[in-house]
């Protein structure tokens, strides 16, 4: 692949994250999900988002491993 097309691809990615930060409130569940941790104190907050990690990492593994496969093709 030539700097071109992978400088564009990583643009379409950075593109495609920056939409999904900027519209992650409208989605519903993301970060709600009954594997995510929060814990409260005084003036302190501590957010584990265990199972929000979880279904991210096997959506982008999906659609990077289609990727993979489409480009081979």
Do not use: C
């Not at 989605?27 to 199972?51: E, M, N, Q």
């Amino acid at each position: 692949m030539d700097l071109g097309r992978t400088l564009m691809l990583v643009g379409a990615v950075i593109l495609i994250a920056g939409l999904a930060i900027s519209m992650s409130d409208r989605i519903p569940l993301i970060g709600r999900l009954p594997g995510d941790f929060t814990i409260r104190g005084d003036g302190w907050t501590v957010y584990a988002p265990l199972a929000t990690s979880v279904v991210l990492s096997l959506a982008l593994t999906l659609a990077l491993s289609a990727g993979a496969w489409l480009s081979r093709r």
